[in-house]
């Protein structure tokens, strides 16, 4: 599912002319935060484990980014979600993967304890069907 859509600005751009890593990777995980609590009934996730996290191609100033989630695990309190970020070229109506990874997200309470996770399974569902995910 897309879940958000970003430009990036003559600001976030570092020294080589691309898109700052450490940008990317806070969009990503607040992404990765924003499923979660789509796909539950839960208030707060903290981020629990980041992996594969992979820069396939440089991103640009001007370039729109595409921030799409699938729910690949539930667990009692965690949630496993991989993302894919790519970029829209207006010009061609394609798409071009930038960065891929995946993130375990975990439900806490106020006491930031995890707590068991109350699930949307339609959202999940919803969440995991075909789309530019996979293009
Ligand atoms: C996330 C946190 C609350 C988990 O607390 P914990 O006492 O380790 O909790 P648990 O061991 O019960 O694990 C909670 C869930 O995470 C999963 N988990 C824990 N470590 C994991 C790992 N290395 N990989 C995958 N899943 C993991 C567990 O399987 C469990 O999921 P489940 O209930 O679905 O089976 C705690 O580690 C924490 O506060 N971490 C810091 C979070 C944070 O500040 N993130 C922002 C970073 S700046």
Not at 41 to 70: Q, W
Request: with cysteine; net charge negative.
């Amino acid at each position: 599912m897309l879940i958000k859509r970003e430009m990036a600005l003559d600001q976030d751009i570092g020294l080589n002319g691309a898109l700052f890593g450490g940008d990317m990777m806070a969009n990503m995980d607040q992404t990765a935060g924003i499923t979660a609590s789509l796909v539950s009934y839960n208030r707060r996730f903290v981020t629990r484990k980041v992996s594969e996290l992979i820069f396939h191609s440089p991103v640009r100033p001007g370039d729109i980014m595409e921030f799409y989630a699938h729910v690949i695990q539930t667990g009692t309190t965690s949630i496993t979600v991989s993302l894919k970020v790519k970029v829209y070229q207006p010009i061609s109506d394609k798409r071009k993967d930038v960065t891929s990874g995946e993130f375990v997200m975990v439900a806490v309470d106020d006491s930031l304890k995890p707590e068991p996770i109350l699930w949307k399974k339609e959202m999940i569902d919803k969440c995991n069907k075909a789309d530019e995910f996979d293009d």
